[in-house]
C-alpha cells in the first residue's frame, strides 16, 4: 500500500510540474483552459490517493482538512 501510495504522489507531482511548465509557456494567458485540461488526470489520480487510505476522495480531502492544524503546528506545513 505504501509503495502504490508513493507512486500516486510521485505521478500527482510530475502532473503539477507539467502544469507549472504549460503556464509558463503560456506566459499567464489560458490559465483556466489549462487549469480545466489538468482537472480530468489531477481528479483521477487523487481518488487513486484517497483509495490507498480506504476513503473516498471527499473523506480524505476531509481527513487533510481536520489534520491541517497539526501539521501547521509541527512546521510540516510553512505559512500557516
Known amino acids: 500500500m505504501t509503495r502504490w501510495r508513493k507512486e500516486v504522489i510521485k505521478k500527482i507531482e510530475d502532473l503539477e510540474i507539467q ?9 499567464g494567458f489560458f490559465a ?3 487549469a480545466e485540461t489538468f482537472k480530468k488526470n489531477r ?3 487523487e481518488g487513486e ?3 490507498t487510505y480506504g476513503k473516498t476522495r471527499i ?10 492544524p ?3 503546528e509541527a512546521g510540516v506545513i510553512p505559512f500557516c
Open 19 to 27: 502544469q507549472k511548465a504549460e503556464y509558463e509557456m503560456s506566459c
Open 32 to 34: 483556466s483552459e489549462i
Open 43 to 45: 481528479d483521477k489520480l
Open 49 to 51: 490517493l484517497a483509495r
Open 59 to 68: 473523506e480524505y480531502e476531509e481527513m487533510m482538512y481536520a489534520i491541517q
Open 70 to 72: 497539526t501539521l501547521c
